[in-house]
């Protein structure tokens, strides 16, 4: 089955989002109507359906050149992935596993640098991705709102899942990297 780009689209942002909310436009009555999504109350989700003609159309050709370079990108995210595991950690829970309630503004503000100094690590390996596999292009944007929210002082835009926090963002990047190199999650190195 192909589908026009738009389909695409909205099918990869249900894949990596779980569920979606959105209207029923043309598009996602197409979806509906080939049984790629479904209603979940006012949300959408993926079919199995759709989750396999999804893992089809997210996967880079094998030996090409966007291949390679997600390959790279890939190897460079799991050592920045590790670093963003513990600033989440440290963010939500301080030295003796004392739940962080953001009173000590001075370590708060410690996390926030750790997180910036990674951000800014991160753009480039993810822009030089986006040059050859056009959906990670909105990535360093999303992020970096994400970071601009926490140092404003919007703790939950590190780690909420109920936003597209840093934390929320970054594991769709990491869903979309494994999807990109056909991986399973389950197959990664500790």
Do not use: K
């Not at 440290?90 to 990674?118: M, S």
């Not at 944007?141 to 994400?146: E, G, H, K």
Request: charged share 30%.
């Amino acid at each position: 089955m192909t589908l026009p780009d738009e389909c695409y689209v909205i099918l990869h942002d249900v894949r990596l989002r779980g569920l979606v909310e959105m209207d029923d436009d043309p598009t996602v009555v197409a979806l509906l109507d080939a049984g790629l999504v479904a209603r979940a109350r006012t949300a959408l989700r993926i079919t199995v359906e759709g989750r396999d003609l999804h893992t089809a159309w997210a996967r880079v050709p094998v030996g090409s050149d966007a291949e390679q370079v997600a390959t790279r990108a890939y190897e460079q995210f799991l050592d920045l992935n590790r670093e963003l595991i513990r600033i989440c950690h440290d963010w939500q829970v301080r030295p003796g596993a004392v739940p962080n309630d953001h009173g000590d503004v001075r370590y708060d503000w410690a996390v926030i640098d750790r997180l910036r100094g990674l951000d800014e690590r991160t753009h480039p390996v993810v822009r030089r991705l986006g040059r050859d596999v056009e959906r990670f292009t909105p990535y360093p944007t999303r992020l970096r709102t994400a970071l601009v929210q926490v140092e404003e002082g919007e703790a939950a835009w590190l780690t909420s899942p109920r936003i597209d926090s840093y934390h929320t963002v970054w594991m769709q990047l990491h869903e979309d990297l494994l999807l990109a190199l056909g991986i399973e999650r389950a197959s990664e190195p500790e």
